[in-house]
DNA sequence: TTGAAAGCGCTAACAT
DNA sequence: ATGTTAGCGCTTTCAA
């Protein structure tokens, strides 16, 4: 049994019970001043009436904007589900476009069909897009930003392109300080397990670790790259107790690879900060949570969704935006140092 | 410095590029096959030398249809991200989405303006909608029913409408088996945490407790109403060891709340299994991380996204599909029975 | 302040 | 197999 679907009145049926115009009353609609205000009675009667709402895709079409920005994740769901940095991100950007006519359409790029997302953006859906967290690997969305307006998270890893608007923290400058606190525990040879080296995070990070390596009279005792993974925290400090690997410091490029090299030091007996004084970059959950809880720099990645949503919106509606926004870290001190 | 923005190709260019009618260049983009093989090859070249991508609002207002759906959430984005069971169904949904020609637009109800929600839905922007775990309260979405399809994920609390497609667990038979694990450990002052009884599951939950408790020719001991959140099991837990409340089972609605409880027990000394036998729904990381780790009833949030997707679609190309579907349940056996 | 009319880019009869 | 044409529902000049 079919259910019969209720016809969605249109402007015309609108026009007609209000007994004026379609112009006029699209004028209503949009909040135009030109209306003398018993016109305005009516139509806003008739809407009432009704219950009438404009049809997206006809006011797109015929303005050739469509009031929606998407949030493009090139990450799969899972990832992206388990990763805290992830849902802040969203929540700051959803909170700030709620409090505007615009609407955040939330893009997982697929595995099956990458280039979907691609034609999603470039299909005229959305009136720009923020994207998060890309590796080097994506040309696709540097070729899109000449198409819409773009604003990343993280610094992307093109070069070769103007006109880039980014959200970011300084990186290197966090990898610095968390590493500095490990040094002024007197330690002198330093581990850190980095992450992707084709993701600017991650590039940057260990960039900052080796400066204040450096800086300290020190080299470091020893790199291996991960993925921002618990997971791989977990792997990788296995393989460094297990090969006997000399080190009395940690620094870890994210809270969740932290927290994985935390259980594997615990299982294989270490003492935290004893043995060795670890801190990461990242104040999430993982980091609260691991024992002893990490100390870390905490980015504010709600607060980045924010202004990253604001920033896009800025230069849809035309305004002049920075192209750089880096924002303030701020290091929590906690128990692993 | 404004950035000159590509002009976008249209169809119409395309046609003029390849020497053919638009009406043919829509023949080949859509895939229909009364098109001559020359003609569609220059009808692809053309598309491929102009990198032309289809307007989605054009194509929509022609056709009437969006080729989108939205999944609802009517929580606000913390809640949504602090609970696996919402990441799985997206999941599920997504990747079952993905191997359609639709997209799925994640609609986060706003705090700030609900309306909004039931206006995009209202405005044409998809043609269908997933909606999930809503409250009595939630009229909104009741009147939806008629303006277009939706499928709902956990049973709806209107009594009063037909033409209802649900998605969901029997409640109260994996509540009951779930009390009847404790039952069988042979416990007889049977505690229950349930959830919110302004939604199916946390009404159905209690009263497929309530019913093995009969069955077994017992009262139940005490029975609290919590929100599904860990906070709210270890609060309530809380409050019943303070106030000496008698019980040596316990069944508490969602694995999330469990694990609360399993906590507050623990820090007041209590040992489970040993003082309190405990069984919670869901077999989420909340129950597998848990000391000791839950004994559950798992549903699986995943396939249900994915039938919820399959069924939405189904209904939207006209295809007959049933207004229930009942997914099975599996008892998973750990250690705090 | 209002209305008439011309599209926005596409699809879908209807012709041919 | 292909082209012609009339819209889809709305906005937006342009006139009045």
Redesign the interface.
């Known amino acids: 049994?079919?259910?019969p679907?209720?016809p969605?009145a249109t402007l015309e049926l609108v026009a007609e019970r209000a007994g004026v115009s379609r112009a006029t009353v699209s004028r209503v609609v949009n909040g135009s001043d030109r209306v003398k205000a018993d016109a305005r009675k009516a139509v806003e009667q008739a809407i009432r009436e009704l219950n009438y709402?404009?049809?997206?895709?006809?006011r797109?079409?015929a303005q050739g904007r469509?009031n929606s920005i998407a949030l493009v994740v090139p990450e799969n769901?899972?990832k992206f589900?388990a990763d805290?940095y992830f849902?802040k991100v969203?929540?700051g950007a959803?909170?700030y476009v709620?409090?505007t006519e615009f609407?955040l359409?939330?893009l997982?790029s697929?595995?099956?069909?990458p280039a979907?997302t691609t034609?999603?953006l470039?299909?005229?859906?959305v009136d720009g897009a923020l994207v998060l967290s890309h590796h080097a690997a994506d040309r696709s969305y540097a070729d899109l930003g000449?198409?819409?307006p773009l604003v990343y998270g993280g610094r992307t890893m093109s070069t070769n392109q103007?006109?880039i608007y980014v959200v970011d923290i300084d990186n290197i400058a966090a990898a610095r300080q968390a590493t500095e606190v490990i040094i002024a525990q007197g330690r002198t040879r330093l581990a850190m397990i980095a992450g992707p080296q084709d993701m600017g995070a991650g590039l940057d990070r260990l960039t900052g670790f080796q400066q204040a390596v450096h800086n300290a009279g020190l080299e470091p005792a020893v790199i291996r790259i991960g993925d921002f993974t618990p997971a791989s925290g977990h792997r990788i400090m296995q393989q460094l107790i297990e090969s006997k690997a000399d080190f009395d410091g940690l620094f870890a490029a994210s809270a969740q690879m932290g927290f994985g090299a935390l259980q594997a030091l615990a299982e294989a007996g270490f003492k935290v900060p004893a043995d060795v004084s670890v801190t990461a970059v990242d104040d999430d959950s993982f980091a609260r949570s691991s024992t002893p809880p990490l100390t870390t720099i905490a980015q504010f990645p709600e607060r980045q969704g924010e202004i990253m949503a604001e920033l896009l919106i800025k230069r849809i509606q035309g305004e002049q935006v920075p192209e750089w926004s880096i924002m303030d870290t701020k290091l929590v001190l906690r128990d692993s140092h």
């Open positions: 049994m079919q259910e679907r209720k969605q709402v404009p049809n997206r895709a006809a797109s079409l469509t769901t899972a589900f805290p849902a969203v929540q959803a909170q709620a409090g609407m359409t939330l997982l697929t595995e099956s069909d979907k034609r999603y470039q299909g005229g859906n000449s198409l819409l103007n006109e």
